[in-house]
């Protein structure tokens, strides 16, 4: 008797354990973003990446989570925020803000797979071994940071003819300003005009930089395409147009918070793009077989209201070309 209750007990424990079992929820993926800027700036961009997950299936919340982690412009946090991506074991990692986030994320994993946004060839710091077959855990968008900075130098020139001198605000601290110091040099060397150096790594230094640049009364700024100058691209463009420097950005968001003019790959096309590859990981692709995506939309867009203030007439051919005209 006690031997045909115990049969019938353990035959009811496993079959509640079975119920309970599938009535458990499935577990959904988590994609953790990794961003070497502060998420206001990027808001429009990173509800983008947020689309085009939820279009091939992964919507926020309900089908994916997704965890991020902010640098907030301090290079210096990023290998600890992506140590803690990589202990919550998320399903695919995604960075953005340019290349620091990118070599943080690679050297706190080997594994978990990796979509980056990169302004510059990412075989050249070792993210892929090579752009149509990266080979290991990562592949992403390259925005071909360089090859945009000598367009930039001839739209100054188009903008002020008569421009013998410019001044470039860099950030030191990132990885490659070594490489994007030597590419500026190039690109004035080509044109011949007179290069000087500005570098700033937080606020107080941007202050100090534009002071000597209105000392030196160089003709035009060029602002370098960096995620710290990015996330004060505010800041950067009121003391501009304070001291009336005429300044060519990297992106399209300085001339829509009152930039004179920008030249670049679109970052809200860069955003749509990790979106889709990181849902195609998530759906099983493998990165190493994801080749290297090369951006197709450049933005030029030009701020009439900002050119007036400074005097400056914007040449109509220069005007026909834009892609977008703010008055």
């Known amino acids: 008797m006690r031997r045909r209750r115990f049969i019938a007990l353990s035959s009811a424990a496993v079959v509640a354990g079975g119920v309970g079992a599938k009535a458990q929820p499935k577990a959904v993926p988590v994609v953790g973003v990794l961003s070497s800027l502060s998420p206001g700036p990027v808001a429009r961009q990173v509800e983008v990446f947020r689309q085009a997950l939820a279009e091939a299936g992964y919507e926020d919340g309900k089908t994916v989570s997704i965890e991020y982690r902010w640098a907030e412009g301090d290079y210096r946090r990023l290998p600890e ?3 803690d991506l990589v202990k919550l074991d998320v399903s695919v990692i995604v960075t953005v803000g340019g290349d620091p986030a990118a070599r943080a994320a690679k050297a706190a994993t080997s594994k978990i797979p990796i979509v980056f946004m990169v302004g510059r060839n990412p075989k050249d710091f070792g993210l892929v071994a090579s752009v149509n077959r990266p080979g290991g855990n990562a592949t992403g968008v390259n925005f071909f940071v360089s090859e945009t900075e000598s367009k930039r130098i001839e739209l100054l020139r188009e903008v002020i003819p008569a421009a013998k001198s410019f001044a470039v605000l860099m950030n030191p601290q990132t990885a490659d300003a070594a490489t994007q110091l030597e590419d500026f040099k190039a690109a004035a060397a080509a044109v011949k005009m007179r290069l000087k150096v500005e570098n700033a790594a937080n606020d107080d230094e941007i202050k100090q930089a534009f002071a000597s640049i209105a000392e030196s009364k160089v003709d035009a700024l060029l602002v370098a395409a960096d995620p710290f100058l990015n996330n004060r691209r505010d800041l950067i463009v009121s003391i501009a147009a304070d001291r009336a420097i005429p300044a060519v950005y990297p992106l399209r968001d300085y ?9 670049g790959a679109s970052l809200t096309d860069g955003y749509r793009q990790v979106g889709i590859y990181a849902a195609k990981i998530l759906r099983g692709a493998h990165p190493g077989e994801l080749p290297v995506i090369q951006p197709t939309q450049f933005e030029l867009v030009i701020n009439l209201k900002t050119a007036q203030a400074l005097g ?3 040449p109509p051919t220069l005007i026909a070309r834009a892609d ?3 008055e």
Not at 255 to 263: F, I, K, P
């Open 324 to 326: 977008e005209v703010i």
């Open 81 to 83: 925020l992506a140590a």
């Open 312 to 314: 400056l007439t914007i």
């Open 255 to 263: 001339a829509v918070a009152g930039g004179l003019v920008s030249y």
